[in-house]
């Protein structure tokens, strides 16, 4: 097995390096240090390093213990334990030069189950992030429908509403990744992807209401922010699955993710997912906006592009362990966790892959398994300590197979930032610290 080396030309990717490296070193430490505690439990249960001998936190009565914590309404408004300040957003400072128009990302190695918490979710503003009120919001439906509408944020909330969980992912998820290993974290390479409950009104109707013309074959969703974001978007997937989102998770949208009104496009990319929603046209063709012509398209290796890729292939990364999450428990039982999903509707199945894609296992789906939702996957095995390649990938419902990087660079040359869905691969040391690379 070879690691192929990072790609040149990165030294911000190199600071995650260095940053990590003293990281491992210290969790080595603390794992030596645990190590002279542990005694073994008898062979049912031997690889997992539980102690037997009497330790001070367990007999003596700790102050937390001792006295009254804060009451009630200390936070009207709950926020995580002080304990996990590091699951947090991050961005890469070198990617984009303003924060106005960038991109943060998931920290996906801190999250287990399905569910985004709305104050993960990444955020990718073109123009920052809109401050609208709600009572200032409408909604315009006009172009080539029999009654040109405006609706206030009352008259959406008294259409029929519907709850669903989908992924959003960009297209520009894994591009820094197209021409070799990059990035040191599943949160960076993969981490432009959350995965919500969204409540809202089916597009199809609000559509309705202003009676679309036969010769409406199009729409185009504009953004209320100061980027104006418009897409074309096919009128048979308007009237498909589309909502129009008022809530994520159960409390209103976050205005980083187009509070008060956004469009959900299931399984699409999420640069058709308008947010801050304040208008709808309806045309007879695609209006080849920016985001469509020069963004969002796919430059091969003879020139030509790829154009109008809206559904977001499947794919599928492992978490935990992963750079920023190594394995500090020592050998013996490891959990291997995961995410899988697909434009194309469900996860069928997730193989995962400890040497590098030589031998696969079954990874086992855990929980709910939704139409265009992220799932979550789990194996568990006995680690000697020896150096690992972890890999996933996913098959969804419809038979597609994630494909290699090779494979996918075979395909679509190495011009692309856009789609790409290509099986990842972490390498760990025997010391259970674990790096971005590409085998071959
Ligand atoms: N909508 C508007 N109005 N303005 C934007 O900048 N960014 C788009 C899309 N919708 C954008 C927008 C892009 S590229 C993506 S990937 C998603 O919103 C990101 O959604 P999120 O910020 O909720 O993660
Ligand atoms: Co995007």
């Known amino acids: 097995m070879r690691a192929k080396n990072k790609a040149s030309g990165s030294t911000a990717g190199a600071e995650f390096l260095d940053k990590n490296a003293g990281q491992r070193r210290q969790l080595l430490k603390s794992s030596v240090a645990l190590g002279g505690l542990a005694t073994g439990l008898g062979a049912a249960t031997s690889s997992l390093a539980a102690s037997t001998a009497p330790e001070k936190l367990i007999t003596e009565v700790q102050d937390w213990n001792r006295y009254l914590g804060p009451g009630v309404d200390a936070k009207p408004y709950g926020q995580p334990s002080v304990h996990e300040a590091d699951a947090v957003r991050r961005d890469v400072a070198w990617l984009t030069a303003d924060a106005k128009s960038s991109v943060n990302f998931t920290p996906l190695h801190k999250l287990d189950g399905i569910i985004t918490p709305n104050g993960l979710c990444f955020e990718r503003h073109h123009g920052g992030v809109a401050d609208i009120s709600p009572a200032d919001h409408r909604l315009m439906i006009n172009g080539l429908v029999k009654t040109p509408l405006i609706f206030t944020m009352e008259d959406i909330s008294r259409f029929p509403r519907e709850n669903h969980v989908y992924f959003l992912e960009c297209a520009a998820n894994t591009g820094m990744e197209w021409r070799g290993a990059q990035l040191n974290g599943c949160q960076f390479t993969h981490g432009m992807v959350h995965n919500v409950m969204y409540t809202g009104v089916r597009l199809r109707d609000v559509l309705a209401e202003a009676g679309v013309s036969p010769k409406g074959k199009w ?16 009128m048979e997937k308007a009237m498909d699955d589309c909502l ?13 993710q187009g509070y008060p009104l956004r469009l959900v496009v299931p399984g699409w990319e999420g640069n058709m997912w308008v947010k801050w929603l304040r208008r709808i046209e309806v045309g007879d063709q695609p209006w080849h906006q920016r985001e469509e012509t020069s963004k969002y398209t796919d430059l091969l290796a003879d020139g030509q592009a790829r154009r109008f890729t809206w559904t977001m292939d499947v794919k599928s990364v492992i978490t935990n362990p992963s750079p920023q999450a190594p394995i500090t428990h020592g050998q013996g039982q490891t959990v291997l966790s995961g995410l899988a999903w697909s434009g194309h509707g469900r996860i069928k199945r997730v193989d995962v892959s400890i040497d590098g894609g030589r031998h696969w296992h079954t990874a086992r789906l855990d929980g709910e398994s939704l139409n265009k939702s992220v799932h979550r996957f789990y194996y568990e095995f006995n680690w000697q300590g020896q150096e690992l390649f972890l890999q996933s990938r996913a098959i969804d419902e419809s038979r597609n197979l994630q494909p290699t990087k090779d494979a996918l660079r075979a395909a679509r040359g190495e011009n692309s930032i856009y789609h790409n869905n290509g099986i990842q691969t972490w390498h760990v040391r025997a010391d259970g610290s674990a790096e971005n690379v590409e085998v071959s």
Request: hydrophobic fraction near 40%.
């Open 244 to 256: 129009i989102a008022f809530k994520m998770n159960g409390e209103a949208l976050r205005p980083e």
């Open 219 to 234: 729409i185009l969703p504009e953004g209320g922010d100061a980027a104006h974001m418009t897409r074309s978007i096919p």
